[in-house]
């Protein structure tokens, strides 16, 4: 029994936080980057089509489910989320690059 719960565990925790990663590696510099996955996520649930299109970022596939783990993931990478926002606004132009 404990086997069938730890092998459920190990996808699950694979697919924990694909806003994050989606939207930390969007295609866009001027896309939020602080909290970005829980951002996604709650645009998707929301039905969002207009944050999702202009930042071309990919729907994850379980928002609801991915929304606290997005969270989780998200705090761990807040300091070089602000540390990435902070460069961008003082060293790139305002026209991008």
Avoid: K, N
């Amino acid at each position: 029994m404990r086997l069938r719960r730890v092998a459920w565990l190990v996808p699950a925790a694979a697919l924990a936080g694909c806003g994050t990663f989606l939207s930390h590696d969007g295609p866009h510099a001027d896309a939020p980057r602080i909290y970005s996955g829980v951002r996604l996520d709650w645009a998707a649930l929301q039905g969002d089509d207009y944050y999702l299109r202009r930042y071309e970022l990919q729907t994850p596939s379980c928002p609801a489910g991915d929304l606290p783990f997005s969270f989780a993931f998200d705090s761990l990478l807040l300091p070089l989320a602000v540390f990435r926002t902070a460069y961008q606004m003082i060293a790139v132009p305002a026209g991008g690059w």
